[in-house]
């Protein structure tokens, strides 16, 4: 429709009421309904039914679970994320990645495995059909060129 926005899924998120700030060294198991923000240093778990929002002097060294989660800092660990991830310029991912959907932006810095699927730990594909019909799939041979 005319003038009507696309709205994305991290602009629906929650409110943000859940916020480590720089400076701050938290060590331990933190569970919010809300957005989290983290400027600081986490060390643990973090559980959110929304966003993890890690700032570009934030650190978390852990397990990490949300719907979406935002990385600008450093994130060492595992990540299951049910909608998506995104790993913005400058930032360091160090891990294990589960998520349904992963934005790497030019400039950071991926060292680990990514598993993709629906965010819920299965595949998008049934029983590697994906890989199947990529590269089990019959080639058609094309015919060489004739010289003249």
Not at 19 to 45: L, P
Not at 104 to 116: H, K, L, R
Not at 118 to 125: L, Y
Request: net charge positive; charged share 25%.
């Amino acid at each position: 429709m005319l003038g009507k926005k696309e709205v994305d899924e991290f602009d629906r998120s929650g409110d943000l009421n859940t916020f480590i700030g720089k400076g701050t060294y938290f060590e331990g198991t933190v569970k919010v309904q809300s957005s989290i923000r983290v400027d600081g240093q986490i060390k643990g778990r973090i559980t959110t039914s929304d966003t993890l929002i890690v700032g570009k002097e934030g650190e978390v060294d852990g397990e990490v679970s949300a719907k979406n989660a935002i990385i600008g800092g450093k994130v060492r660990g595992k990540i299951h994320a049910t909608g998506r991830v995104m790993l913005e310029a400058q930032s360091l991912f160090q891990g294990e990645l589960q998520t349904a959907k992963l934005v790497i932006n030019e400039g950071a810095f991926f060292d680990g495995v990514c598993s993709m699927g629906q965010g819920d730990g299965k595949s998008a594909f049934k029983d590697g059909e994906g890989a199947k019909s990529l590269l089990g799939a019959p080639q058609k041979s094309m015919p060489m060129p004739q010289k003249r």
